[in-house]
């Protein structure tokens, strides 16, 4: 990779790690393996940004490996704990109080859902992907993007409504 191209990447891998880095925490629920993940996905990105660069959106490549990598890693065993504590998005809210209260509750929803159900929701309705770039995403059918999907929203629906009847009652 000649000078240019390095200095490239690195413009790009300073702009993309936060964006990389909530995504994938939105997949796993735990900052550090979203850190991981991020970091992981810029090296492979890195590894093939003279192909990515010409073929597809480097953005879309290196979500896409974060999501893998999340995916890929849920499926060893030692890697199936869950975790127990929900930290802040790190973006700026309105009202932090219930903003706080409301964000908590949709990670730990979130949390209930298998990793690839989660990274469906994430994928298609964080990013606003299509169905069809969420199964390219994910290396799977639309079909099982479609399926997932709908299992992880029939999931969600109950612990999300009852968040949103008790806070409304408050």
């Not at 939105?26 to 996905?41: F, S, T």
């Not at 409504?161 to 009652?169: A, I, K, M, P, W």
Request: net charge positive; charged share 30%; hydrophobic share 40%.
């Amino acid at each position: 990779m000649s000078k240019s191209h390095d200095e490239e990447f690195t413009s790009f891998a300073a702009s993309a790690l936060p964006q990389l880095r909530r995504t994938a925490f939105l997949v796993c629920g735990d900052w550090h393996r979203a850190e991981d993940a991020a970091q992981e996905a810029l090296i492979r990105t890195y590894r093939s940004w003279r192909r990515v660069e010409r073929r597809e959106g480097l953005l879309a490549y290196a979500r896409r490996t974060a999501v893998r990598v999340l995916v890929d890693e849920s499926r060893r065993p030692w890697r199936r704990e869950r975790t127990s504590g929900h930290a802040d998005l790190d973006h700026a809210v309105a009202d932090p109080a219930t903003a706080y209260v409301e964000q908590d509750a949709v990670l730990v929803a979130l949390s209930s859902l298998t990793p690839r159900r989660r990274a469906c929701v994430v994928l298609r309705y964080y990013h606003d992907l299509s169905v069809a770039e969420t199964a390219r995403a994910l290396g799977c059918s639309e079909g099982t993007v479609k399926s997932q999907t709908s299992d992880a929203l029939k999931a969600l629906r109950p612990l999300v409504s009852e968040v949103v009847e008790h806070g409304s009652s408050r």
